[in-house]
């Protein structure tokens, strides 16, 4: 059974960091290209961060220079690396399995973590 399960989300103040991991098991994770996505409050869900199975990552215009995407295929885990947050970044944020610039997100998703940044 395939599940992704996402950790490391939290309260911090702006101008923090925060990791966020996701680690998936029951599907051939190498194969994948990951994704995250995140939802605030009253807002549609916005694509962050994309990274291929093999390649560049892609980021989202409202993240680049501040997020960073990576993978670790040994661990079958998904990093988002979350520097400079400011307020506006408070979002559920989800992990998401099987990307695609064609078709957009994968069938697979975790359930989300909350991240929060405020004073």
């Known amino acids: 059974q395939a599940q992704l399960v996402e950790s490391g989300g939290g309260l911090v103040q702006p101008g923090g960091s925060l990791r966020l991991s996701c680690a998936a098991s029951?599907?051939?994770?190498?194969?994948?290209?990951m994704a995250w996505y995140r939802q605030a409050p009253g807002k549609p869900r916005e694509l962050v961060a994309t990274?291929?199975?093999?390649?560049?990552?892609n980021y989202a215009d409202s993240v680049k220079g501040r997020f960073t995407i990576s993978r670790d295929n040994a661990k079958k885990t998904v990093y988002l690396q979350m520097n400079s947050l400011k307020p506006e970044d408070t979002a559920v944020y989800y992990c998401?399995?099987?990307?695609?610039?064609?078709?957009?997100?994968?069938?697979?998703w975790g359930k989300g973590t909350l991240v929060t940044v405020s004073e």
């Open positions: 998401n399995a099987g990307v695609s610039v064609v078709s957009g997100p994968g069938y697979y």
């Open positions: 029951g599907i051939t994770f190498g194969v994948y290209a």
């Open positions: 990274i291929p199975s093999s390649g560049n990552p």
